[in-house]
């Protein structure tokens, strides 16, 4: 399977627990994207690499979030001190210059903070 | 926030029968994307149409677009028990240089066997 992969698929964490999430893109792909996603909503852009530069954040990404894309394959995205208010699907996404902003998403990490 | 609105927020219809779902939105557009979420999976894109297009196919999908009154439509045509999930419009923001997309809150629809 050549498509975006996320790593955990879930994840359970007590408040204020830090976890951290994996994307790994389509390979072929130089941009790559983070969403959150809460029940019932539609998704919200979070933040966005270009190679390894991440070039824009949300403004719903706060201080505790923390986004990586070291080499410019992988991403991984961070959030410190968990809140419940975290709780979500974070969505990952890639797609290359030439799609027209189509682009293709992983299965997404559900996080759960109790 | 969300770009915009989408109708219904929910639709239930028997296989075989077509389900229309329309988006509005708010801002300029350089192009606007349909796609389909199964329960607790992932986004799969659907089909891409670009502001100076009026309407587009793709198999059983007809998607229209009216720049003037900012609103899309989304027709499945025959549809069937496997189209059954959340359908939402994605926009990508005229003026933009990459492929950041502000999405609707969806349209649940269900197809009864």
């Known amino acids: 399977d050549t498509g975006v992969s996320q790593d955990p698929r879930h994840k359970i964490t007590k408040r204020g627990q830090n976890v951290t999430f994996r994307c790994d893109p389509i390979s072929e792909h130089n941009r790559l994207y983070w969403y959150r996603q809460t029940l019932g909503q539609g998704p919200e852009f979070l933040t966005y690499?270009?190679?390894?530069?991440?070039?824009?954040k949300s403004r719903l990404l706060s201080d505790r979030f923390s986004a990586e894309r070291p080499k410019g394959s992988f991403s991984t995205l961070e959030i410190q001190r968990t809140e419940q208010g975290d709780s979500a699907m974070y969505l990952c996404a890639s797609n290359s210059l030439d799609r027209e902003g189509l682009m293709y998403f992983g299965p997404g990490t559900r996080l759960t903070v109790t | 926030s969300q770009q915009g609105e989408e109708d219904p927020q929910a639709l239930s219809i028997q296989e075989g029968e077509n389900a229309t779902m329309n988006c509005s939105y708010k801002t300029s557009i350089n192009n606007l994307q349909w796609y389909r979420q199964n329960s607790g999976r992932g986004l799969v894109h659907l089909i891409l149409?670009?502001?100076?297009?009026r309407e587009k196919h793709s198999g059983r999908l007809r998607v229209t677009l009216d720049t003037s009154k900012k609103s899309s439509s989304l027709l499945i045509t025959a549809s069937r028990a496997a189209d059954t999930a959340s359908y939402f419009c994605?926009?990508?923001?005229?003026?933009?240089?990459?492929?950041?997309?502000?999405f609707g809150q969806g349209t649940i629809l269900t197809v009864h066997p």
């Open positions: 994605a926009t990508k923001a005229g003026g933009t240089s990459y492929g950041k997309l502000t």
């Open positions: 149409i670009r502001s100076n297009e």
């Open positions: 690499f270009q190679n390894e530069a991440q070039l824009e």
